[in-house]
């Protein structure tokens, strides 16, 4: 059996000043006690939270967020916790980059990046969902946090496990990149690197969390980790002047993060915070794990799981759990969900890199490359404000570009030597700049 909370926890629960009350069916609408389960046991739909937003438009201002913390806590009222034992790691309020010189390289004028690849303290947006999973994790009398991850989460995870004091033991597919397989383990952590894709990975995480009675953030703590997402969708606002873009573009995995930010842009509708406006929702796949993008582009509104083969390791997910509602707010937005092959994604990494000097993992490649071939396909308006979320830190994913950037130029500790190098440089990057043209 799962660990649910204690009557005192409840008490707790019911005494503070949440801004939440219940978990809801978002297909059938039944509704549950905000415990440790994310399945509605009518229908097996997943369940969301429910916030009392009349509660939030009468406390909450633009003022009072802007005097809050320098992290995703500046929002704690739109935020699953109910008491004040928050575990703030300084995650969140990441830049958003006016992005001048990959604009004109790709013919837009106001397009923003709003960079996660320096999110603390493990570089990715997983800091965010992790941050909340775990204070909700504590609060719920949870001594074991766990998770299935592609990596990020894994990091996430065992390092903020670490900072709140909590035992750890998370599961990732045994290929990983080395990068983010150390990055779990510096945190001591137990690490079960299992022989078979995320799914599989996943599956099993299901069993165990059923059976030993841990907080798996993405499986019965999932209705309160995935609300951390909404916070790249409350900065973005914020930090626009308290406006929302015309149109985002975003990685998919399982479609969470995609569909949060969407949340999060209604909610500071909803509340007063910013005026209503459509905004455009696009979302990127790697060709090798696409499909939403598949279901997207066949006009389906059901995803058909399919089996990862691509370099994108961090959005590898075969049967993504938010899929159809993911193509639902592509749809509904006027947006679009677009994949790209695995050579794209490398060369959108070195996009980003060159022109904005921000090194992205493969998901933001992914993402990167998407973006160009829409605005190639005349699906971007060069005069919307577009803002591109980079979710993850290419250092976690050195493997994908080893072979295909550059090398040092070897060198004696000589003048002529330093000249004839450079000669030859200049000479390279000439040829190069010659077939790029052609």
Avoid at 14 to 28: H, N, P, R
Avoid at 213 to 236: A, C, Q
Wanted: glycine fraction near 8%.
């Amino acid at each position: 059996m799962m660990t649910l909370a204690t009557e005192k926890q409840k008490h707790q629960t019911q005494a503070t000043t949440a801004t939440f009350s219940t978990l809801k069916c978002k297909e059938c609408g039944a509704e549950y006690e905000p415990v440790a389960t994310h399945v509605c046991e009518i229908c097996f739909g997943p369940l969301e939270v429910v916030y009392d937003y009349e509660a939030l438009r009468s406390q909450v201002t633009r003022e009072s967020i802007e005097k809050g913390p320098n992290s995703i806590w500046r929002y704690r009222s739109f935020l699953p916790v109910a008491t004040d034992n928050l575990i703030d790691v300084g995650t969140g309020m990441t830049p958003l980059v006016k992005s001048n010189r990959l604009a004109r390289r790709l013919g837009l004028k106001k397009l923003y990046i709003k960079n996660d690849a320096v999110n603390m303290p493990t570089l990715s947006f997983k800091d965010r969902v992790v941050s909340v999973a775990l204070t909700r994790a504590r609060e719920l009398g949870f001594t074991t946090v766990s998770c299935a991850s592609t990596g990020n989460l894994a990091n996430s995870t065992a390092a903020i496990a670490a900072h709140a004091g909590l035992d750890c033991c998370v599961f990732i597919p045994a290929d990983l990149e080395a990068g983010k397989v150390l990055g779990t383990l510096i945190y001591s952590p137990t690490v079960m690197a299992v022989q078979g894709n995320y799914d599989q990975v996943n599956r099993l995480c299901c069993e165990v969390a059923n059976t030993h009675g841990w907080g798996f953030v993405n499986i019965n703590l999932r209705p309160y980790y995935s609300e951390g997402s909404k916070t790249l969708g409350y900065e973005v606002a914020e930090q626009l002047g308290w406006q929302l873009p015309d149109h985002i573009v975003a990685p998919l995995a399982s479609g969470s993060l995609f569909t949060k930010i969407y949340k999060g842009f209604q909610e500071f509708i909803k509340v007063g915070l910013v005026e209503d406006k459509k905004v455009r929702f696009s979302g990127a796949q790697a060709e090798g794990c696409s499909p939403i993008a598949t279901a997207f582009r066949e006009g389906r509104d059901f995803v058909t799981p399919v089996k990862p083969n691509t370099l994108a390791k961090s959005i590898a997910i075969g049967n993504p759990a938010d899929g159809i509602y993911a193509l639902e707010v592509a749809r509904k937005t006027g947006g679009n969900i677009e994949s790209v092959t695995d050579a794209e994604i490398i060369e959108g990494i070195k996009l980003l890199a060159e022109t904005e000097g921000i090194f992205t993992e493969t998901a933001g490649g992914t993402t990167i490359a998407v973006l160009k071939k829409l605005v190639e396909a005349g699906k971007i308006d060069p005069d919307e404000t577009t803002v591109v979320y980079i979710t993850g830190n290419g250092l976690k994913t050195q493997e994908a570009v080893q072979g295909y950037i550059g090398e040092p130029l070897t060198i004696e500790p000589k003048l002529d030597s330093f000249e004839r190098a450079l000669e030859r440089s200049r000479i390279l990057d000439r040829l190069e700049w010659q077939q790029t043209v052609v």
